[in-house]
């Protein structure tokens, strides 16, 4: 009978029920309820360790954990995960980030892209909202042209953004793409913004690194609209705002925010100019990091880091 290894498993990831079943089964495990309660103290014999993204895995957390073999993390980018560090200490890591072949299949993300596209350009929720308030006149809710005749930038083309340029593609629009990693696409981002009505973001980030700032934002063509279901680190906000008040962005969708995984970022929201500007304004749509978020995409993209993991620990340890 093979040997089951310690972990230790954070409620706050929300696992599906079968997949927390699945850990119960293949791991001695611990379930703690958030990051706080992680203590070297009391958890210095763990092996296994989650790591949802508001744990830092670096040396200054985790150096007491001598016995640590595997990291493990359901996202498709690792931000937070010293990957030098890791294998340095011949720390493995369990994540999504090198399975860009498995993920062809996970799209909830390209889907969410143009739900935001459709709600924001069309003017969907206040147009509901209208509705709601017992009126029935289409016209304050005009868009200014149909998708068919728009051109789409996008910032980054991997295995979403290519997904989404299938979905543009099939809306009959022109698609323009930048990658620094890839040939074929527009030569500078700042070029490509200069050409197009809507900039959606799909670049990974693992590392901090505001790539659409003031500058490329000031590129786009008067009336344009900004999409991002990448990482919010990759946004200048303020300057996005600024836009936006000015009416040189008409409308922007944000599916992520920095800083969103701090542990302060709920009780600092509410203060931000961010939500004072959503409060006040129809022009800027925001949702809580649901891109992934289908139950079947959780449900998969889990079960594979878990197998990951244990391939990783039966085949080296």
């Known amino acids: 009978m093979k040997r089951k290894f310690d972990a230790v498993y954070f409620s706050s990831m929300n696992y599906t029920s079968e997949n927390v079943d699945f850990i119960k089964e293949h791991f001695n495990v611990k379930i703690l309820s958030n990051v706080k309660n992680l203590s070297p103290n009391k958890n210095n014999n763990v092996e296994v360790l989650f790591a949802p993204f508001e744990l830092s895995i670096c040396e200054s957390n985790i150096s007491q954990y001598n016995k640590l073999k595997v990291v493990i993390s359901n996202t498709t980018s690792i931000p937070h995960i010293d990957t030098n560090f890791c294998k340095k200490k011949n720390i493995k890591i369990a994540a999504l980030h090198d399975e860009q072949g498995y993920l062809k299949k996970i799209t909830p993300t390209a889907e969410h892209t143009f739900g935001l596209i459709l709600a924001c350009y069309r ?50 629009m022109r698609v323009f793409w930048f990658d620094p990693n890839k040939r074929g696409g527009e030569k500078t981002l700042k070029g490509m913004a200069k050409k197009i009505d809507i900039l959606s973001i799909h670049a990974s980030l693992n590392q901090e690194e505001k790539i659409i700032d003031k500058n490329i934002l000031e590129s786009l063509s008067h009336g344009s609209i900004v999409i991002n279901t990448a990482r919010g680190e990759l946004l200048d906000l303020d300057s996005l705002l600024d836009f936006l008040e000015s009416g040189k962005i008409s409308c922007a969708a944000l599916d992520t925010i920095q800083d969103e995984f701090t542990s302060e970022f709920s009780q600092k929201f509410k203060n931000t100019r961010l939500f004072n500007y959503i409060n006040n304004n129809d022009n800027l749509l925001l949702t809580p990091h649901i891109g992934g978020s ?24």
């Open 123 to 172: 003017n969907i929720i206040p147009a509901f909202r209208d509705v709601k308030n017992g009126n029935w006149s289409r016209w304050n809710f005009v868009a200014p042209k149909m998708l068919s005749r728009m051109k789409i930038g996008l910032v980054g083309y991997g295995r979403l953004g290519k997904k989404v340029e299938k979905i543009a593609k099939a809306f009959g």
């Open 294 to 317: 289908t139950y079947d995409a959780w449900s998969l993209t889990q079960r594979r880091v878990l197998e990951k993991s244990l391939k990783i620990l039966e085949n080296e340890f």
